[in-house]
C-alpha cells in the first residue's frame, strides 16, 4: 500500500496537477459556502424566541447556537443546526422536563427524541436540534456527554485557518456515504470530521494519512496519553478500528461508532480521489443501478429494494441494518461467497442494498461432517439421521441435497420470513448477471 501511495504522491509533487487540485478544492469550496447571513439571521431570530420565553417562564438558562454553525463549518446543502440551551451547573431539576414547555411554546409541532438526554427536533426555514446541556467550563464538570459539545466547539474555533478544509472532508465523507455516527450509518461523526482534520492540518493530508493507518491506530492530538492509550483506555471504548482521542475528554474515544466497513470505505474513496481528483467526489448521488451493473459486469448482483416503515430515522434505519446483516449472514453460513457488499439510504428515498457474488452456483449436494468416530452416542443418532454417511478417516460424513444452489432463492424465502417483515415493511429483489 505504501508502494501506491508514494506513485500517487506524484501528482502531487507535479506542478500541473497541484495547480489542477487546487482549482478542484476552490471551486468546491466555493459551492459549500453556504449564505451565513441569511443562516446567521435565521438562527438569532430562533435564539430569541427561545430566550424570551426562557425569561418569561424565569428560567436561568441561554439558547445559543451550536454544531456546524457555531464552528462556521455549515455546508450550502444543509438544514440542520444545533442550539444549545445552557443551564447553570447548580440545577438539579430534570433539565429536559424544564426546556419542554419552552420549546413547545416556540415550536409547538417540536419532536422529543431519546438520546443520552433528551432533546427536540423542530422544522421550519431551518431544522433545528434544541439540547439541554449544563454550562460548564471543563470536561470533568459534566453530567452527560452532551454538555461538552459547547467545549469542542471552542476548541475547533482555535483553528479558523482550518474551517474550509474541515468542510472539504465533511462533504466529502457525506458524498461518499461514510457520514453519520448512528449506529445504522457506523461511520464518521462531524465530532470525528473536525479532530482528523485538524490533527492533519488539512483534507489532503488527511487523504494520504488515512491510507497508511494501521488497525486501531491511535490519533492522540495533544499526546495526552503519550502513547499508551491502548492500555489506559476501557477496553470498550477500543473496538473502533481507528481510535480518536477527545480533545476536550481525553478518556474518550471519539470514534467508538466507527465500523470497519465505513473505514474502509474511506480509505476506498481516498484513494481513488488522490488517483484522480474530480469535484464530483463531494456531491452526493442517489444510487445509479446502471453504473452499479457496470462495475459488476461479469458476477452476480442482488440488488434489494428496502422501503422503511414510518419512524425516526435512527430507530428504522437500524432497523433495516440488522435485516441486511441477517441476510449477509444466512448467505455466508449457505456456503455462498460475498465478494462485496454495501447499503445505501438517503432517508427522503428507499433504501438500495446490494450483494455481489460469483455467478457460478453451489454443487447440488454437500458434505456434512458428522461426529468422530470415538463419540459411539453420537455417531449413532447422526447414522440414524442420514443412513448413507460413511466413515472418512476419523470422522463420520454425510452426503446431503442443498436447499439453494444460487442466493436469489434463499433471499426470497428470508424476505418473507418474521424476522425481515418485522423490520422492513417493503423489498423487491432484483438478479443481475
Same mark, same amino acid.
Request: aromatic fraction near 8%; charged fraction near 30%.
Given at each position: *500500500?505504501?508502494?501506491?501511495?508514494?506513485?500517487?504522491?506524484? $501528482?502531487?509533487?507535479?506542478?500541473?496537477? &497541484?495547480?489542477? *487540485?487546487?482549482?478542484?478544492?476552490?471551486?468546491?469550496?466555493?459551492?459549500?459556502?453556504?449564505?451565513?447571513?441569511?443562516?446567521? &439571521?435565521?438562527?438569532?431570530?430562533?435564539?430569541?424566541?427561545?430566550?424570551?420565553?426562557?425569561?418569561?417562564?424565569?428560567?436561568?438558562?441561554?439558547?445559543?447556537?451550536?454544531?456546524?454553525?457555531?464552528?462556521?463549518?455549515?455546508?450550502?446543502?444543509?438544514?440542520?443546526?444545533?442550539?444549545?440551551?445552557?443551564?447553570?451547573?447548580?440545577?438539579?431539576?430534570?433539565?429536559?422536563?424544564?426546556?419542554?414547555?419552552?420549546?413547545?411554546?416556540? $415550536?409547538?409541532?417540536?419532536?422529543?427524541?431519546?438520546?443520552?438526554?433528551?432533546?427536540?427536533?423542530?422544522?421550519? /426555514?431551518?431544522?433545528?436540534? #434544541?439540547?439541554?446541556?449544563?454550562?460548564?467550563?471543563?470536561?470533568?464538570?459534566?453530567?452527560? #456527554?452532551?454538555?461538552?459539545?459547547?467545549?469542542? !466547539?471552542?476548541?475547533?474555533?482555535?483553528?479558523?485557518?482550518?474551517?474550509?478544509?474541515? *468542510?472539504?472532508?465533511?462533504? $466529502?465523507?457525506?458524498?461518499?456515504?461514510?457520514?453519520?455516527?448512528?449506529?445504522? #450509518?457506523?461511520?464518521?461523526?462531524?465530532?470525528?470530521?473536525?479532530?482528523?482534520?485538524?490533527?492533519?492540518?488539512?483534507?489532503?493530508?488527511?487523504?494520504?494519512?488515512?491510507?497508511?493507518?494501521?488497525?486501531?491506530?491511535?490519533?492522540?492530538?495533544?499526546?495526552?496519553?503519550?502513547?499508551?492509550?491502548?492500555?489506559?483506555?476501557?477496553?470498550?471504548?477500543?473496538?473502533?478500528?481507528?481510535?480518536?482521542?477527545?480533545?476536550?475528554?481525553?478518556?474518550?474515544?471519539?470514534?467508538?461508532?466507527?465500523?470497519?466497513?465505513?473505514?474502509?470505505?474511506? &480509505?476506498?474513496?481516498?484513494?481513488?480521489?488522490?488517483?484522480?481528483?474530480?469535484?464530483?467526489? $463531494?456531491?452526493?448521488?442517489?444510487?445509479?443501478?446502471?453504473?452499479?451493473?457496470?462495475?459488476?459486469?461479469?458476477?452476480?448482483?442482488?440488488?434489494?429494494? *428496502?422501503?422503511?416503515?414510518?419512524?425516526?430515522?435512527? !430507530?428504522?434505519?437500524?432497523?433495516?441494518?440488522?435485516?441486511?446483516?441477517?441476510?449477509?449472514?444466512?448467505?455466508?453460513?449457505?456456503?455462498?461467497?460475498?465478494?462485496?457488499?454495501?447499503?445505501?439510504?438517503?432517508?427522503?428515498?428507499?433504501?438500495?442494498?446490494?450483494? !455481489?457474488?460469483?455467478?457460478?452456483?453451489?454443487?447440488?449436494?454437500?458434505?456434512?461432517?458428522?461426529?468422530?468416530?470415538?463419540?459411539?452416542?453420537?455417531?449413532?443418532?447422526?447414522? /440414524?439421521?442420514?443412513?448413507?454417511? /460413511?466413515?472418512?478417516?476419523?470422522?463420520?460424513?454425510?452426503?446431503?441435497?442443498?436447499?439453494?444452489?444460487?442466493?436469489?432463492?434463499?433471499?426470497?424465502?428470508?424476505?418473507?420470513?418474521?424476522?425481515?417483515?418485522?423490520?422492513?415493511?417493503?423489498?423487491?429483489?432484483?438478479?443481475?448477471?
Amino acid at each position: *500500500m505504501i508502494t501506491n501511495i508514494k506513485k500517487r504522491r506524484s $501528482f502531487f509533487k507535479h506542478p500541473d496537477g &497541484q495547480r489542477n *487540485m487546487q482549482k478542484i478544492l476552490r471551486e468546491v469550496i466555493a459551492k459549500l459556502e453556504p449564505d451565513a447571513r441569511a443562516i446567521q &439571521q435565521e438562527a438569532k431570530g430562533t435564539l430569541q424566541r427561545l430566550n424570551a420565553e426562557l425569561k418569561k417562564r424565569r428560567l436561568s438558562a441561554t439558547a445559543i447556537v451550536g454544531g456546524s454553525v457555531a464552528k462556521g463549518t455549515f455546508l450550502s446543502h444543509d438544514h440542520d443546526v444545533d442550539i444549545f440551551v445552557q443551564f447553570p451547573l447548580t440545577e438539579q431539576r430534570p433539565l429536559t422536563e424544564l426546556l419542554t414547555p419552552v420549546v413547545k411554546a416556540v $415550536f409547538p409541532k417540536a419532536q422529543r427524541l431519546h438520546g443520552s438526554r433528551d432533546y427536540f427536533r423542530a422544522e421550519g /426555514k431551518l431544522n433545528y436540534e #434544541i439540547v439541554p446541556v449544563l454550562k460548564i467550563t471543563k470536561a470533568a464538570q459534566a453530567k452527560n #456527554i452532551t454538555d461538552c459539545s459547547p467545549l469542542h !466547539v471552542l476548541w475547533v474555533r482555535k483553528f479558523p485557518k482550518l474551517r474550509q478544509q474541515i *468542510m472539504l472532508t465533511k462533504a $466529502f465523507c457525506k458524498a461518499s456515504g461514510v457520514y453519520g455516527a448512528e449506529s445504522y #450509518i457506523g461511520g464518521f461523526s462531524g465530532h470525528v470530521v473536525d479532530i482528523l482534520t485538524i490533527w492533519t492540518g488539512g483534507f489532503i493530508p488527511l487523504l494520504r494519512k488515512s491510507l497508511k493507518w494501521k488497525d486501531r491506530e491511535v490519533i492522540d492530538y495533544y499526546r495526552v496519553h503519550k502513547g499508551k492509550a491502548l492500555f489506559r483506555l476501557n477496553k470498550s471504548k477500543l473496538q473502533s478500528p481507528i481510535i480518536v482521542i477527545d480533545p476536550t475528554q481525553p478518556e474518550r474515544n471519539a470514534a467508538a461508532a466507527l465500523t470497519e466497513e465505513r473505514l474502509r470505505k474511506f &480509505q476506498h474513496a481516498a484513494a481513488a480521489f488522490l488517483k484522480k481528483p474530480s469535484a464530483a467526489a $463531494f456531491e452526493r448521488r442517489a444510487i445509479d443501478v446502471a453504473m452499479l451493473r457496470k462495475r459488476y459486469k461479469g458476477k452476480k448482483m442482488l440488488l434489494l429494494r *428496502m422501503q422503511p416503515f414510518p419512524g425516526k430515522h435512527d !430507530v428504522i434505519g437500524a432497523k433495516m441494518r440488522k435485516a441486511l446483516e441477517h441476510i449477509s449472514l444466512q448467505l455466508q453460513e449457505n456456503d455462498f461467497k460475498i465478494l462485496e457488499q454495501d447499503w445505501h439510504w438517503q432517508q427522503t428515498h428507499d433504501a438500495v442494498a446490494w450483494w !455481489v457474488l460469483p455467478t457460478k452456483p453451489l454443487e447440488r449436494q454437500q458434505q456434512w461432517i458428522g461426529p468422530p468416530v470415538d463419540k459411539p452416542e453420537h455417531v449413532m443418532a447422526f447414522r /440414524k439421521r442420514y443412513p448413507k454417511a /460413511k466413515r472418512i478417516g476419523k470422522k463420520w460424513v454425510a452426503i446431503v441435497p442443498r436447499a439453494h444452489v444460487v442466493p436469489e432463492t434463499l433471499v426470497r424465502q428470508m424476505l418473507k420470513e418474521p424476522y425481515i417483515i418485522e423490520r422492513v415493511q417493503d423489498t423487491t429483489l432484483e438478479v443481475f448477471e
